[in-house]
């Protein structure tokens, strides 16, 4: 039986989700658990490749087992066995061929940022700390040019084999208390740190360092030396994954 | 000269604020940090002794130390010389006789939950989490119970010779996003474990193990078995303490 669930974890401790030999990760730690309690090895498919550092309250994946029980109990069972920085949130039954990353109709990221003069220790691993203000009207206008279908090699890289056409749904920034901000957005599908290159570049022109004029023509020039090099893992997290069926 | 200073820390691996000696300590790392820059021993006063597990965003903190500079590129040079999970946001000089416990006129803490079935990896050094609903109404009624100047000795134990009559001036409930909520109290001292023992018996009343007759009852028992066993230390944090100059 194949089965989907939601998954939370805090990326801190690992190398990224996908699976390395010699080094923790997501899908290792998600692996081992289902093995533990199924008794034969299992193979985790995921929606999206995080890397090192990122967290998510919703990254989706899928595997098969032989479980006789609701899948509330494999929910329990599985956390059961997961370390406190991974939790399974949800399982439910899915389609024989259901996949989470092929499956996927978009997903949404969440980009955490703050301005101080001096770092917040309880945010060290969640958030970017920024020393110079944003001027969030120039991110905002910059920001909406990402939204339709375009090349976005300025932005990132494409897995071997594809084209860097992706389709943006929304990149809304939005201001919340204590000179926070969160950068949320929302993409069919993103290439290799696209959102990280993304923020850093929409942090140049909130800090007057590249007008949003500029934006516009290093998105439209598809050169990635043009961008900023990426913001750090820590303030990102894989928040949602839509399917067809509306979920 | 004597400095105060304005200290953040996330408490999750330290032994609590006050020095031990065979544990990492907050104290500890904040006297380390100052003997390196100055090259002397120098020995750090805090305004309250949080547990191990406690979080501070406003610690404030006394020292006598000889510095030449001005008081930013103090804080500057501890930032550099302290851990990543602790952070001196401001230095200011004080008079020679300030002392931060005994001239503090009022504590801040703040204790976070959140109400899910699976825990949240992302919240779990931050908040307590609970399966059971909250009636919030209930915890208002019984939480405006504990403003006043009383005995609260079913709360928490006073250090040796002390009685243990406390003012309470505010104790407020706000419902968050996502079932979450702060619990913020206000007083002018706390009882040892006073604030976690007010919590997990305010969930108690929340979750209808108690009623809010009931939580008056044991508010004048002044018998400290009466109470819950306190919350878990890693949903608190000291947010303010308050001087008679008005900072």
């Not at 919703?58 to 370390?83: E, M």
């Not at 090099?229 to 067809?244: N, Q």
């Amino acid at each position: 039986m194949r089965y989907r669930a939601t998954v939370a974890y805090d990326g801190t401790a690992y190398r990224g989700f996908q699976r390395q030999t010699h080094a923790p990760t997501v899908q290792a730690a998600l692996e081992q658990a289902l093995a533990l309690i199924s008794r034969q090895p299992v193979r985790v498919m995921g929606s999206g490749r995080t890397d090192a550092g990122v967290h998510a309250t919703g990254q989706v994946i899928a595997f098969d087992v032989s479980w006789g029980h609701a899948t509330s109990d494999l929910r329990n069972a599985l956390n059961a066995n997961l370390p406190e920085d991974i939790a399974i949130l949800e399982v439910r039954e899915a389609s024989a061929d259901f996949h989470p990353r092929y499956d996927a109709l978009s997903r949404c990221y969440e980009y955490r940022l703050y301005v101080a003069p001096v770092r917040d220790p309880l945010l060290r691993e969640r958030a970017w700390r920024l020393s110079k203000p944003l001027n969030i009207e120039d991110i905002h206008q910059a920001a909406v040019c990402l939204v339709g279908t375009r090349d976005f090699s300025t932005f990132g890289s494409p897995p071997h084999g594809e084209n860097a056409v992706r389709t943006v749904h929304q990149a809304l920034w939005r201001v919340d208390p204590g000179n926070s901000y969160t950068f949320t957005i929302i993409a069919n599908a993103f290439l290799y740190r696209m959102v990280r290159t993304v923020t850093a570049t929409l942090v140049m022109v909130g800090q007057g360092d590249m007008t949003v004029g500029a934006f516009q023509g290093i998105l439209a020039a598809r050169q990635r030396a043009l961008a900023a090099p990426p913001a750090p893992p820590h303030g990102l997290t894989l928040t949602t994954v839509c399917f067809a069926d509306g979920t």
